[in-house]
């Protein structure tokens, strides 16, 4: 029997188109609105984050599953739940999660939205899915938000493409205690370097414009790569002192693909990945400190 869900933002939020539909998306960003309520509590100064492409559940083990294998990106398979309550079980004891590779609801996943039951097991009251690839009954691919504290709005927003735009940031906005705001920027960007550099422009405009930012997800590149030879290497945001950590694959991980990038302003005081094959990237955990 599945868990009941917490209740999402998207059921007590209307939703209203935020700007007009223009290139090169082709959905307009759609915002969450306050429904009047009791104002959100603030975020602690001191916070721990987490980062983890889940791949819809699935846990890898070795490359040639990805062949052997390849059919659980299809078709749901008995061993998928309980690897989703191994990783909710991780997810436990963070202030903000930031997921990539989940499924919405569809045929491969059983029907079960996996943000929803990934913030039931963890314990966290507040999430999000964002549906950036819907392929109908047969998969509903995207990224996925929890969070401890509500934030004070939320944006979904399509990111650039060169071909089909499949991809999606999920734009936070949180109250800290000490009175400045967080913008919270979680995505998962293209395997191709062109769309990918699109998209990193667009996110490096997010954060210039924000006064306090992290952000977080799966940017498919080396930290050397994002801070030195792309569009963020203007943004003023930086990485751990100790450089990037790798994350992929789970069983022998060589790449630095998974990120938490602050602004000067946040102090990253801890960043490990976490040590566990239930999917085919570690999670990444950071502990950062808002403001000096």
Known sequence: MRPPAPDPWLSRRRLAQAGRRSTPFKRPPTRLLRDGRAEPLPLPRALKLLSFNIQAGIRTERYREYVTRGWRQLVHDPGRLPNLDRI??????????????????????GFTNQVA???????????????????????????????????????????PSTMIPDRGAIVAHFDV???R????????LSLGPRSRERQLAWLAEQAAAAERVILMGDLNCSLVDLLERSPLRDAGLHGAADGGQPTYPSWRPR??????????DVRVTSIR???CQFSDHLPLAVEVQLGS
């Open 181 to 188: 705001p967080l913008t919270l920027l979680c995505a998962h």
């Open 88 to 109: 909710g079980d991780v997810l436990r004891g963070y202030d903000i999660v930031a997921l990539q590779e989940v499924d919405a609801g569809s045929l491969r996943s």
């Open 117 to 159: 039951w990934l913030a039931r097991r963890a314990g966290m009251p507040f999430w999000y899915a964002q549906r950036n690839r819907r392929l109908g009954r047969i998969a509903q691919h995207g990224n996925g938000l929890l969070a401890r504290r509500e934030p004070r709005d939320l944006l979904d927003h399509p990111l």
């Open 177 to 179: 205690e000490d009175g």
């Open 273 to 275: 990945p976490i040590l």
């Open 255 to 264: 790449l630095d693909l998974d990120h938490v990038l602050v602004s000067k």
